[in-house]
């Protein structure tokens, strides 16, 4: 069954497109981190294996995903936020790792996974609850629905972003002594802030949404523009955090 929906997939469907080269591109990077862990230094490989692990977990998940896609032409939330309810907390701990030699404590890693899960909580009541019509047009409620749960979601983002420009995550960065540090959690913090906005570009595709209603973007989009943040965010971030290890591993040089 699997087999033969794999191979009716419409020639112009970019979206079936983005589910396989993503779930290829995860499992791929998955394990390039896991066999690299062995190149860097001790201090560095729980950091690798939690690069790893996001990019793994998001590799399963996408695997899911994608079938589902395929079979239904539907978007597979449920799957999607299982998978960044995993995936997000693991990239807090990612910063928390970086700064923990300049001093991080265990509060600032509970901190941002609470704010990452107020941020996911409230994104999957605006989706999955989002009120549609039988027919899967948005009804009466459906932009303010989308809207304010929209807006709670993103006072969680706006937490994590905070914390890594300007709050504690950046105070420790800049106190940390490493150079490579320094710079390896700046990136990180571009990626929080121009990689993770792309994430409510696509929840706005989705019926009621604004991009939907304004320029007619069907809510197929949701799942193309969370595919490519995902890949960018997932491999990106890894491959930063892979950077730090290698550059301040002995090791390796
Ligand atoms: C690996 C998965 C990642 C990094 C997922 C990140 C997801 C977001 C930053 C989602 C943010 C959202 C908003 C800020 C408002 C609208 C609802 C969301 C959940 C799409």
């Known amino acids: 069954m699997i087999l033969n929906d794999i191979l009716t997939i419409p020639k112009d469907d970019a979206v079936a497109f983005t589910f396989f080269t993503g779930y ?14 062995s190149r860097v230094d001790d201090k560095w490989k729980l950091s690798l294996l939690v690069s790893g692990l ?10 899911y995903m994608r079938d589902y896609y395929v079979a239904t032409g539907d978007n597979p939330t449920v ?37 990452s899960v107020l941020m996911l909580v409230a994104g999957y009541i605006g989706e999955a609850f989002v009120p549609l019509n039988a027919d899967g047009s948005p009804s009466d409620g459906a932009t303010s629905h989308s809207v304010m749960w929209g807006v709670i979601s993103t006072i969680g983002y706006i937490y994590i972003l905070y914390t890594a420009w300007f709050g504690e995550v950046a105070q420790l960065a800049k106190n940390s002594e490493s150079e490579v540090v320094k710079t ?29 209603t304004a320029f007619g973007w069907g809510s197929q989009n949701v799942d193309l523009f969370y595919n490519i943040a ?18 301040s591993s002995k090791k390796a040089a």
Do not use: Q
Request: hydrophobic share 60%; aromatic share 18%; proline share 3%.
């Open 184 to 212: 390896g959690v700046r990136i990180l913090a571009w990626f929080v802030l121009v990689g993770w906005a792309i994430y409510p570009i696509g929840y706005m595709c989705m019926p009621g949404g604004w991009l939907n």
């Open 54 to 63: 996001i990019t793994f977990i998001a590799a399963v998940h996408y695997y």
């Open 230 to 247: 995902d890949a960018i965010n997932k491999i990106g971030f890894g491959l930063v955090v892979y950077n730090i290890a290698i550059s």
């Open 24 to 37: 290829m591109a995860m499992l791929a990077a998955s394990i390039f981190f896991f066999f690299e862990r």
């Open 79 to 115: 799957l999607r936020y299982i998978d960044w309810t995993l995936t997000v907390p693991l990239m807090c701990v990612e910063f928390y790792l970086l700064t923990k030699a300049a001093g991080a404590k265990v509060d600032l890693l509970w901190k941002l996974i609470l704010a």
